[in-house]
């Protein structure tokens, strides 16, 4: 399916799993845009298409979003003296890059998109930052759900051969339905969960 797609399914489903506070949406919002679209990353490699750059754009946005919400809770994993204190988190860091690096030069839907790269990216964010990790995991999941309905195999059990359930193209009437279904949950969640949030507040003040 298409970039739009991946993104508004993983952020509704981060968001579906996020608890009902600015915390958790923030994060929800940052592992789900991030998780929803890494698979993807073997797009880059090639000369990118206009679906690859919008999907960049409008993940990268969606993560600065929950990003500016909870940037200082963030940025405490990522502290100089934090760092000092556990620098084994620099060595997952590096890791994590050097998986992404190996995905980035992969064939489209090898390795980027296997159970091998779910496991061992969700483990080094859990390990760099837990609170994000779950929805990164969703997020991720997700995409590997959908890319699973197309008609182009997918290696999800690499290094063996890919498979697909071969229903849709990835461009076809699903991929629109998907969207919309992604985008229209995504705003009901929003809407649910601050009220939700709201009224928590009102409950204890
Ligand atoms: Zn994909």
């Known amino acids: 399916m298409m970039s739009k797609t991946h993104i508004a399914v993983g952020v509704a489903a981060a968001l579906a799993a996020a608890p009902a506070s600015t915390e958790g949406l923030s994060y929800a ?28 754009a409008i993940a990268f946005t969606v993560f600065f979003a929950g990003f500016m919400h ?20 620099l060595v997952y860091l590096g890791l994590l890059i050097v998986l992404f690096l190996i995905a980035i030069n992969g064939a489209h839907r090898g390795f980027s998109h296997s159970l091998l790269m779910f496991a061992a990216s969700s483990v080094l964010i859990f390990l ?43 461009d076809g009437i699903a991929n629109r ?12 969640l929003f809407v649910i969960k601050f ?7 009102q409950v204890i003040r």
């Open 177 to 188: 339905v998907l969207l919309l279904s992604g985008c229209a949950a995504c705003a009901a």
């Open 128 to 170: 760099i930052n837990r609170q994000t990790s779950l929805f990164y995991a969703i997020g991720f999941l997700t995409h590997l759900i959908i890319d699973l309905l197309n008609k182009k195999p997918v290696r999800i059990f690499y290094p063996a051969k890919g498979v697909c359930l071969g229903w849709f193209y990835a």
């Open 195 to 201: 009220q939700v949030y709201g009224n928590i507040l």
């Open 29 to 56: 919002l940052m592992g789900g845009a991030a998780g929803s679209l890494i698979c993807d990353i073997d797009r880059s490699s090639e000369r990118p298409s206009r679906d690859v750059k919008q999907g960049w």
């Open 70 to 89: 909870k940037s200082y809770a963030y940025w405490q994993t990522f502290k100089a003296e934090n760092l000092l204190e556990n620098p084994l988190r």
